[in-house]
């Protein structure tokens, strides 16, 4: 924990050592930016650890509260932003098929049931946000072009993920 607050954590995930942070602001983090560089960054070329240029990415939660106000609409329209906008996930954001593919690379299947839940959620005005992302994952979600259809991490593995209650995960990012 630096003096201003903010935290960070190291912790093992498969393949990388991930780092969690104290949800902040981009002007939090920017005051403590030259500490966390040599603190994270700088430690971690000390003991040898480097940034893959390809495994790793980073993963981003955004707050359902927070960053969209709880409103329903704005959070079905992000989601079908980027969903509309495979190309950020398939070089803009990064390039990893197998940590966060894009709806685009999950098949015509994907492609209809995200369609329906979209009609279901517009025809439906008491369909809350829980339910839409639940929905999504796990009816848009029964593919993943490196995952068995019997393996649970299909609905995590995807360029979004909707499994924690409270955040919308981006995890088809390039590592920094």
């Known amino acids: ?19 969690k ?3 902040s602001t981009l002007a939090e983090i920017k005051a403590d930016a030259d500490l966390l560089q040599q ?8 003991v040898g650890a480097f940034v893959h240029r390809r495994v790793g990415g980073g993963h981003i939660h955004l707050d359902l509260a927070s960053h969209f106000n ?20 398939m070089g803009g954001f990064g390039l990893d098929f197998l940590n966060g593919p894009p709806l685009a690379l999950l098949g015509k299947d994907a492609i209809e049931a995200f369609e329906k839940l979209l009609a279901e959620f517009d025809s439906r005005p008491e ?8 929905k999504m994952g796990e009816k848009v ?17 995807q360029a979004l993920s909707f499994m924690t209650d409270d955040t919308i995960e981006i995890r088809a990012l390039r590592p920094q």
């Open 1 to 19: 924990t630096l003096p201003s607050g903010y935290w960070f954590a190291f912790t093992e995930d498969s393949w990388v050592i991930e780092i």
């Open 21 to 23: 942070a104290k949800p």
């Open 39 to 46: 603190m994270i960054l700088g430690g971690a070329q000390k």
């Open 70 to 89: 709880n409103d329903r609409l704005l959070v079905r329209n992000f989601v079908v932003d980027l969903m509309n906008g495979p190309e950020l996930f």
């Open 127 to 134: 369909m809350t946000i829980r339910e839409f992302l639940n």
């Open 141 to 157: 979600y029964q593919y993943h072009p490196h995952k068995t259809p019997k393996d649970n991490t299909r609905m995590k593995m």
